[in-house]
């Protein structure tokens, strides 16, 4: 089974910064798939950003690019996604989520998605 804890939310003002933290556990393979999406309340779970496990490539909800980038530390199984230019739109609770085998063309879709962790909450105020 495989767990997956976020940390660093909180709150921030517009344009200001946050980095969140996602570590794994358990029987976890690199060629899984890692990814953030968000929700807001009365609102449906929303892609934000992906690394792909077959390539490692990073993919963005076009809203964030620019402004979040998403990494991956394979030695300690953690997944970063360093927010900058934070918007009050960008206020929701994040969840990190873990996938066995996720297709390039729908990293985007919570269903590819086996593993989800708690959530942690980003309050931007204006």
């Known amino acids: 089974q495989v767990q997956l804890v976020e940390t660093g939310g909180g709150l921030a003002q517009t344009g200001g910064s946050l980095n969140l933290f996602c570590v794994a556990s358990?029987?976890?393979?690199?060629?899984?798939?890692m990814a953030w999406f968000r929700q807001s309340p009365g609102k449906e779970r929303e892609f934000v950003a992906a690394v792909m496990g077959v390539d490692g490539s990073s993919h963005y909800l076009d809203d964030v690019k620019g402004r979040f980038t998403i990494s991956r530390d394979t030695a300690k199984n953690t997944l970063i996604l360093e927010m900058n230019g934070l918007r009050p739109e960008d206020t929701a609770a994040y969840y990190c989520?873990?996938?066995?085998?996720?297709?390039?063309?729908?990293?985007?879709?919570?269903?590819?998605?086996?593993?989800w962790g708690q959530g942690t909450q980003v309050t931007v105020s204006s």
């Open positions: 989520a873990m996938g066995r085998i996720v297709p390039v063309q729908a990293a985007q879709l919570p269903q590819q998605y086996d593993y």
């Open positions: 358990g029987r976890i393979y690199t060629y899984y798939t």
